[in-house]
């Protein structure tokens, strides 16, 4: 079985889950026997004026990070696609405008900040002039891909919103099913203020697809609920987590205290001032204790101030934007990992965390609620809960321990093969749909 | 005659460099040598040596008529030491020369007259014994950090045992008032106090280059006909600036050296009728007209001047606490490194970089900010203090062990 895949650059070009689930997506689906034509976005610049550019896997530096024995057998089961484009996942339209117009302004054509405390960005000004436009412009070339491609894949798969107008361009020009993967809802980025025209666009995707994948029950039910996508349509397949190879030596602790980490995005979406709450009263209780901050966001700023006032900035630590190895090196440095999120389709890092031996508490309001016993789970809001469950964690060896082991073998059985084949499974039925019809 | 009072405050802070979470408990060494050294140089290279150069061959010429005051602060003398070595050479020779005042000051342009009494008392005996060791000379006046004044303060330097003190002629506490007379302190009428005409200062210090301004160019002649004319009226003009005013604030190419060559023969010319007189002498040559009530503290910075630049938002307030709170555990280790790192964690500039009021003087604020936002350099320093405070409770831990053993 062979499928057209238009994904994310894996991880470490993209540090969100997003090309994290790519990867171990696409793993796991070469060690079920599919064959994956890969596409994803490049951003090429100026000197390069072809849209479309096929790429060697082997030279896909991205695969660094999974150099080993079992590397291969992945590589002669893929092929990588690059569409010369700056889109990135994450990015909404009113950031894409800001980028833009700040090219116009400037005049420069590819920038990125060197600031070490923020997230590095690369943006490219020949693009389209707003997202809108560089997703439709996106599909056109999508469709060409399907059309060069043509006979070499039986089912396509895009990966989220802003692929979604490619699949249904590639479904159009070759008749193949289209099967779209929802990892993040409108509803889940911006929480009630949605932007309408993005909102438009996943509803138009998910409509013209033969299946929808949704990454927990939590994701398909605002699927059926709040898009109204007829609900047999609607799958869900939970993510799982990749075990690193050879994992490095645990990096050498800098401070004696029990550290307390919450890694992500600081924005809304993922809780943070619920997780600085938290740390006040537990820091009113312990004094052996420190909370790490990792990441940046638009509430970044905002969190500084209610630490400061809080008067807790000697014992509430900022990171910036982590990547790569420096990722690793806080969850090896962590005593417990907090996942506050208001809304989380899925939530990769906990898992992560979990496989670095870190016991784990995430919010009932996350998707990954719904695979693991082994981590505790409090209501985003319930700061009262959080402070005892983080308290309880950091007081009691006995308690944490049982949840460091356990969960590590928990997460240990989440495994991308099985996604993958149920992955494989949904392909299969749709397939079989197409040749009725 | 009038009496015209010249002062420059000489300060460089030590910066710290970018001190992530993943250093805490194993990086002990917080300053950035590379961007210290290349401030220092440039500025001793552009301002201290040439200006020093000058004022000496002006004092030498005028044969005593020409003095002027200055302040250097321990850290920048710290940092002459470590990367300039003939900046000090140049300073020695003024002091040499008789007509140039050295005023006391805290040693680590830090804003222990904020913190408290006994903070503040230490920095200023810290900054008076640099000055004797240094430049030999035992200072008699008395200038706080950015001009921070009020009564309190005031009395405070007083009971340090100094004669005279400087602070802003600022409008919200003057009123109607001019700055132009020797004034006393409210509550010790003991200490005088000389007063910044800022808009005679600034007049040199911010618009000697700016072109859209009405009176631009600026010449020495133009400038001591303002000063004696009889829109200045009143016995002395205090003009207090900051030294980097001369061929860094303002570069060479504005003209800033030529005007201050000019500047004393123009001010000593028959038709002008003006001396030059340092900060003792010229608070000495005036009885003050009147006590000057300041209840509550201000500075010479900022449109408002006031403290808000440096302990204007909780960013600030938490920093200053958290470092202030230390106090105690350092007078108690006693140890030279980390009185050193003591030090240089007071310096004002760190507060400054955590500030949040960018509206109308954003300009002044951001020129010298090494950090992206106030949000940086609070997470920055909070890093480094965090470390420090770690690095001082294991010491003490183990100092007590030790008496304990023996």
Redesign the interface.
Known sequence: MRVLMFGWEFPPHIAGGLGTACYGMTRGLARNGVDVSFVVPHAYGDEDQRFIHIVNASDVDALYGATGSDADDILAKMSFIHIDSNMVPYISPEEYEEYHKQYVESGRTEWSTTDAWKQRYTFSGKYGANLMEEVARYAVVAAQVAKELEGQFDVIHAHDWLTYYAGIAAKRVSGKPLVVHMHATEYDRSGENINTQTYAIERAGMMAADRVMAVSNLTRNIVINRYGIPAEKVVTVHNAVRFAENSSEAPERGVKDKIVTFLGRITYQKGPDYFVEAAAKVLKRLPNVRFVMAGSGDMMNHIIRRVARLGIADRFHFTGFLRGEDVHKMFQLSDVYVMPSVSEPFGISPLEAMRSNVPVIISKQSGVAEVLDYAVKVDYWDVDALADAIYGLVKYPALSNMFASKGLEEVTNLKWNDAAAKIKAVYEEVIEENKKQ | MKTVCLYFQVHQPWRLK?Y???????DHYYLDDLLNRSVMQKVARQCYLPMNALLLKLIKENKGKFRCSFSITGIAVEQFKAYAPEVLDSFRELAATGCVEFLAETYSHSLAALASPEDFAEQVKLHTKMLKEEFGVKPTAFRNTELIYSDEIGKAVADMGFKTMLAEGARHVLGWKSPNFVYANAINQKLRLLLRNYKLSDDIAFRFSNKGWDQWPLTADKYASWLTSDETPGDVINLFMDYETFGEHQNADTGIFDFMKQLPAAFLAKKHQLEFATVTETASKYQPVAVLHCPHVMSWADEERDVTAWLG???Q???F??LYAQKDKVFALDNPDFYNVWSFLQTSDHFYYMATKWLSDGDVHSYFNPY??A??A??NY??V??DF??ELDAALAAQKKKVAVH
């Open positions: 970018k992530r979470f993943f250093n805490m408990g194993k938002n909780e960013l307030n938490e920093a606490s958290k992206d936002s949000y940086d609070f997470v909070m890093n203090l965090s405070i770690i």
